[in-house]
């Protein structure tokens, strides 16, 4: 018998068959380059079979077969032995399944404890502690509110209007800008399930350490009555993780390009903190409707990166006219270094892409021409295998990420 219809006989692939030729559990005879499946390797795979229902190993099965070979299980005390080990193993079995079921009722438990119940939620709109700082991009005059419903201290929907012409909405608590994207220029954003298996547990840990980073460097800036801005809401989430450990009487600026993002990051820090001061803004080119010079502390939770990749721009070029003389810049950037192929393939998956995006200087130089100084910086590290969500990476190359602080000259 041939190995495919021996593995179809056993409903095995043809691969097994040949593994357990390799391991030795089976031998057949070979017939020139194949192999011909006798009965001793029928009756072989059938003792196989019977022993992996009873959840032996693979190893424990190679010794059974073995001492099988070696006795023929040709006298009682062959047989006792054999009956021995089923014994054991079915004793080894229950005390798996008494183990099982404390996990599985452990496990019932922890969800009856995390799942959030409807008392948990409290809904937030814009405070109207916001409203002196909406301004039209163009003019950078006062918007106008229009038919607008309030609950309690918060705006839920309306519409903000210049009379330039400018209009944004006002919908489930958060501003809807225009020109946005039809569909997400990346696959997915972070918060999505799906997308953290495209990303290695590599550059998680290094987005993880970039958090803790974060933290640290933004709990040592005083924050109170500050404004703090972060662009990059839909590619790394940053501030949402650890808001609550901030100061909570700051003003807190989200802008991101999906609303399924905005509207799931809301929840979370309303489940967190329902107190902080969050506005959350819809918008993909970083035109907000924002007063001038009221950004305090920008949180760069590599946006130079994400923005730069879909706009031949740099971001704190367009966001210029937010920031004042004493404005911060808190941020991260990854690179790699001139020689790698990645940076090659970033014009023909991203064409309108910055033609130095990912370049190791393109963060000093651009911050050094729009009036910014680097102050501080720590280099995190580097990933070679970052994920297929990064799909501009090649081999092993180097993904160094470098975070830094930054201020006007």
């Known amino acids: 018998m041939k190995i495919g219809a021996f593995a179809k006989l056993f409903s095995v692939s043809t691969d097994t068959v040949r593994y357990y030729i390799e391991l030795g559990l089976l031998l057949p005879d070979k017939k020139n380059t194949q192999y011909q499946m006798n009965q001793m390797c029928l ?12 959840h032996f190993s693979l190893q424990e099965i190679q010794q059974l077969i073995s001492y099988r070979r070696v006795t023929n299980f040709s006298d009682h005390e062959d047989i006792d032995y054999y009956n021995n080990l089923l014994m054991e193993k079915k004793n080894q079995l229950i005390k798996e399944r008494e183990n099982i079921s404390k996990a599985i009722l452990s496990i019932e438990k922890a969800v009856r404890i995390s799942t959030p119940t409807v008392k948990d939620e409290s809904v937030t709109g814009i405070s109207l502690s916001f409203v002196h700082l909406l301004h039209c991009p163009k003019c950078r005059i006062p918007l106008t509110l229009k038919d607008v419903m309030i609950k309690e201290v918060y705006i839920q929907s309306g519409s903000l209007a210049c009379s330039c012409g400018y209009e944004a909405a006002i919908e489930d ?13 990346y696959p997915s954003y972070y918060y999505d399930k799906e997308t953290i298996k495209e990303i290695s547990p590599g550059m998680i840990n290094i987005f993880e350490k970039s958090n803790a980073w974060f933290q640290r460097t933004l709990q040592q800036t005083e924050l109170k009555n500050k404004v703090v801005v972060e662009t990059n809401v839909d590619a790394v989430v940053s501030l949402p993780k650890y808001i609550d450990a901030l100061d909570t009487r700051a003003f807190y600026v989200f802008s991101g390009y999906s609303h399924a993002m905005l509207k799931k990051m809301k929840k979370r820090i309303e489940r967190m903190n329902h107190k902080i001061n969050a506005l959350y803004i819809l918008n993909t080119d970083l035109n907000l409707p924002l007063k001038a010079n009221c950004i305090d502390v920008f949180v760069d939770s590599f946006t130079t990166n994400d923005f730069s990749l879909l706009n031949p721009h740099f971001p704190i070029q367009v966001l210029k006219d937010y920031f004042h003389s004493a404005s911060t810049i808190v941020g991260g950037y990854s690179y790699y270094e001139s020689s790698a192929k990645s940076l090659k393939n970033i014009s023909a998956i991203y064409p309108n892409s910055h033609d130095c995006i990912l370049h190791q200087n393109y963060l000093k130089d651009q911050l050094a021409i729009n009036g910014f100084q680097i102050t501080q910086q720590e280099h995190l590290g580097a990933c070679t295998d970052p994920g297929i969500f990064f799909d501009y990476h090649t081999g092993n190359e ?7 602080v930054a201020r006007m000259k």
């Open 398 to 404: 180097k993904l160094h990420s470098l975070m830094y």
């Open 43 to 54: 009756d072989d795979m059938t003792f196989i079979t019977e022993l992996k229902q009873y």
């Open 173 to 185: 608590g958060m501003i809807i800008t225009a020109n946005l994207y039809e569909t997400s220029p």
